[in-house]
């Protein structure tokens, strides 16, 4: 499974980004496709993730409510729509996938490179 994360960029706080993660390879429609991010100096940590059939979404508590993720059926590529975003919100957004949502929350099988999200205040 190959995976490739695009969308980041500059934006102002409070302002919207939609990240991409566009799949390839064997992808099992049981697999989890998640978002992790790594802010300078901080651990790498689980933003949010979906099935690949695109049910099930799970968030990590700091983004409940503002960040979205979704995947449309005809496209193998998962969204990430980042809402209201904060300073603290910059990172880099790498997307994951595993076998399980108890594998990709925590050790993923397959990453892909991270795009970088820059919120200014």
């Known amino acids: 499974v190959q995976l490739q994360a695009s969308g980041g960029g500059l934006v102002q706080a409070g302002d919207s980004l939609r990240l991409s993660c566009t799949a390839s390879?064997?992808?099992?429609?049981?697999?989890?496709l998640a978002w992790f991010r790594q802010a300078a100096g901080k651990e790498r940590e689980f933003v949010a993730s979906?099935?690949?059939?695109?049910?099930?979404?799970n968030y990590a508590d700091f983004v409940k409510g503002r960040f979205i993720i979704s995947r449309v059926s005809a496209k193998n590529t998962v969204y990430l729509q980042m809402n209201s975003l904060k300073p603290e919100d910059t990172a880099v957004y790498y997307c994951?996938?595993?076998?399980?949502?108890?594998?990709?929350?925590?050790?993923?099988?397959?990453w892909g490179k991270g795009t970088l999200v820059t919120v200014s205040s």
């Open positions: 390879g064997r992808i099992f429609d049981y697999y989890e």
């Open positions: 994951a996938a595993g076998a399980s949502p108890v594998v990709v929350t925590s050790t993923p099988d397959y």
């Open positions: 979906i099935r690949w059939t695109g049910h099930s979404p």
